[in-house]
C-alpha cells in the first residue's frame, strides 16, 4: 500500500516533528545462528548463506554461549532457538538486550509456545519465526528485522498478542502501560495504536496522511519516549493499556 504524498503531522512544527531518519546501511546483514541442533545450524547457514543480503558471521550451540559469539562476530541480528539444554534461548535474549548496543533477536519458536513467545517480545527480541518457515520468508525477515521492523505479520501479530494477553485486565502492567502512554502527543498515540493493530509503516502512513519515511520517524520517537527496544514492545504495551 503505497503512502499518501505529503506529511500531516497533526501539530505544530516542533513539539510533533518528527526527526530526521536515515535508511538502513547497504552492506549484507550480519547473522548470528543459535541452535543445538547442529543440523538446523547448517540449514539455516546453507539458507542465509546463499543470499547477498545476508552474511552468516558465526554460529553457537547454546544460549551460554551467545555473548561470546556476540562479542567475537558482532552481528546485526541472532536467530535465536528457544529450546537450548543449558540456557534457553529466553535468557540469552535478555542478556542480549541488556548490552549496551545490542544486536537485534529474532526467536525461533512454534505456536505451542505462546507463554515463552511473549517473554520474549517483552524481553525485546524483533519478532519470532516458525521452524517451518520458507527459506524466502526467513531472508525477508532478517531483513525486516535489522531496518527496525517487526517480524510479525500482522494476523500474526494481532492473534498471538491478543491470546497471549487475554485476562490481563487487572494485571499491573495495565496501569503502566496507561501511565507511558498518557505522555504522548495525539500523533505519536495514533502511530502507536496503530502498531499495536500489526500495521505495517506504509498501512500506518496511509492511514494517517503521512510519508513511510515520517512513520518511521515517528516509530523511532516512540521508542525513545518510552523506552522500548522495538515496535513489537509498542505493541504489546497498547495491548496491555486495552487501546485494542
Known amino acids: 500500500m503505497a503512502a499518501v504524498a505529503g506529511d500531516v503531522t497533526g501539530g505544530p512544527m516542533g513539539e510533533d516533528a518528527p526527526p530526521k531518519v536515515t535508511g538502513p546501511p547497504a552492506r549484507p546483514v550480519r547473522i548470528l545462528i543459535v541452535d543445538d541442533d547442529a543440523l538446523v545450524r547448517a540449514g539455516l547457514s546453507m539458507i542465509l548463506g546463499g543470499t547477498p543480503e545476508v552474511e552468516v558471521v558465526g ?56 507463554e515463552h513467545v511473549l517473554r520474549a517480545l517483552r524481553a525485546g527480541a524483533g519478532g519470532f519465526l516458525l521452524k517451518d518457515t520458507p527459506p524466502a520468508e526467513i531472508v525477508r525477515a532478517v531483513r525486516r528485522v535489522a531496518a527496525g521492523e517487526a517480524t510479525l505479520s500482522p494476523t500474526v501479530t494481532r492473534t498471538l498478542i491478543a491470546h497471549v494477553t487475554a485476562g490481563t485486565a487487572a494485571d499491573p502492567r495495565r496501569d503502566r502501560a496507561h501511565q507511558l502512554l498518557a505522555g504522548l502527543t495525539e500523533r505519536e498515540r495514533a502511530v502507536a495504536v496503530a502498531l499495536g493493530r500489526g500495521r505495517t ?14 512513520v518511521k520517524a515517528y516509530v523511532s520517537r516512540l521508542l525513545t519516549r518510552l523506552d522500548l527496544n522495538n515496535r513489537v514492545q509498542v505493541a504489546l504495551l497498547v495491548h496491555d493499556a486495552g487501546l485494542v
Request: with cysteine.
Open 59 to 114: 554460529e553457537a550451540a547454546d544460549g551460554s554461549e551467545v555473548l561470546a559469539a556476540t562479542m567475537a562476530c558482532r552481528p546485526d541480528v541472532v536467530l535465536m532457538d528457544i529450546r537450548m539444554p543449558r540456557l534457553d534461548g529466553l535468557a540469552a535474549t535478555e542478556l542480549l538486550r541488556a548490552l549496551p548496543r545490542p544486536p537485534e533477536v529474532l526467536v525461533l519458536t512454534t505456536f505451542d509456545a505462546d
Open 201 to 214: 509503516n506504509a498501512e500506518i502512513a496511509a492511514e494517517l496522511f503521512m510519508s513511510v519515511a515520517t
